[in-house]
């Protein structure tokens, strides 16, 4: 399930603030508990006055990442049990998009979900994880915060994810609350000239992943892998020429890197502007 696949695209998501409203580290195993009801949303500790609460679209949206590796895929309803909240309607469209047939131009990946998170508190993430139900979906976790290289600490975990699952670097879509993760991962191991690397979005921390950004992001992935491809194609043929393809070739790849450009900056601005609009 986790051996390498030109068709397999990875999730990976930070956990505070991206996943739920706080830290793991202020909830050591042990001090917390969850209730009874079939939609835990929220764990509290032993006196029930203190809570940690996942972000409101989070159990939705791990629930259309199932639905898409499933062979069946029927529609996800809004209002499900997993979701105390109805969200908006850009996200109903989302969710719809992600878990209905026919499916979205995700629909020939196969996608896994990994975590890459700083937290040093790896036990109770993933005590966390099971309470919410969400640890079924995660088939690998980087965690960690080497102080050494903290400024690229996002790049280590998703380079420590590549190796273990042998899937290359440009199959991954990172989620994170924390820009200064994101445009690191985009300088040291996004993609340069017309080539594509790995995929990195900041989601707001008031409203963590939602279902559009995870679409958005997934798409936006695969649309750049499918240009990758466009331009070998066309490199092949261009250095098939012989000497008079360099300048083609060199304005290809000035095409090429602006358009990988301009999609980037593209599903920035819609990101900042959905999380506005929430």
Known sequence: DTSASDKAIIVTVDLDRTLWKGECLDWPVGSFKRHSDTAVTAVFDERGHRFLELHAEVPLVFAALKKVRSASCPRLEPQSALCRHRPPKSSERALNALSSRPRTRCEQARVRVTVASASIAADSAHE???????????????????????????????????????????????????????????????????????????????????????????????????????????????????????????????????????????????????????
């Not at 490199?235 to 450009?261: F, I, T």
Request: proline share 3%; charged share 35%; with cysteine.
């Open 128 to 278: 966390l994880l099971k309470c919410f139900g969400l640890h079924e979906y995660v088939v690998a976790m980087e965690m960690g915060d080497d102080a050494n290289k903290r400024e690229s600490r996002k790049v280590v975990h998703l380079q420590g994810l590549s190796e273990r699952l042998g899937v290359p670097v440009d199959r991954f879509v990172l989620f994170d609350d924390a820009e200064a993760n994101v445009h690191k991962v985009r300088e040291v191991l996004g993609p340069s000239d017309a080539e594509t690397g790995c995929s990195a979005i900041c989601v707001g921390p008031a409203d963590g992943l939602t279902a559009e950004t995870l679409l958005r992001g997934l798409e936006h992935r695969l649309a750049e892998l499918r240009l990758r491809a466009r331009f070998a194609k066309e490199r092949r043929h261009e250095e098939s020429r012989g000497a008079a393809y360099k300048e083609p070739l060199r304005k290809r790849k000035q095409s090429h890197a602006e358009e990988l450009a301009q999609g980037q900056a593209a599903l920035d601005d819609h990101v900042r502007v959905a999380s506005k609009l929430e």
